[in-house]
């Protein structure tokens, strides 16, 4: 696409599949705290509230898409580790900055849904 181009979401454009793929909070998440190689367990615990099924779903989504890597370590006891791809690390610093834009206006953004609703229930 062009700069100057006005965007166009078509219905059969190859982004949309990969963007709902990968820009989920939790796949987000997930290459935030991929900052080093991690266990699962390792993983879970550094992102709160998630459930194992959904955390298994993301890891397996983010490996198939190629941004993250999945490696048997040999046991006992046997272990899994994951870890960013160069695709994946390409991606996380973009990732990183719109987490910290999040951050930086959650207050704000959390005024106005409290405006909002204020006057939706008036």
């Known amino acids: 696409m062009r700069d100057d181009a006005e965007p166009v979401f078509r219905a059969d454009c190859p982004s949309r599949p990969i963007l709902d793929q990968i820009a989920d909070k939790w796949s987000m998440m997930a290459m935030a705290v991929l900052d080093k190689p991690a266990r699962f367990n390792e993983l879970k615990r ?8 959904v ?11 190629g941004m993250i890597t999945r490696v048997v370590l040999p046991g006992p006891p046997l272990g899994v580790e994951y870890s960013l791809t160069p695709l994946g690390r390409s991606l996380r610093e973009p990732f990183m900055h719109l987490y910290g834009w999040t951050v930086e206006h959650s207050a704000e953004i959390a005024a106005h849904q409290r405006s909002y609703d204020d006057r939706a229930s008036a």
């Open 46 to 53: 550094r992102l709160q509230g998630i459930t194992q099924r």
């Open 55 to 65: 955390l298994t779903q993301t890891l397996r989504r983010l490996e198939r898409n």
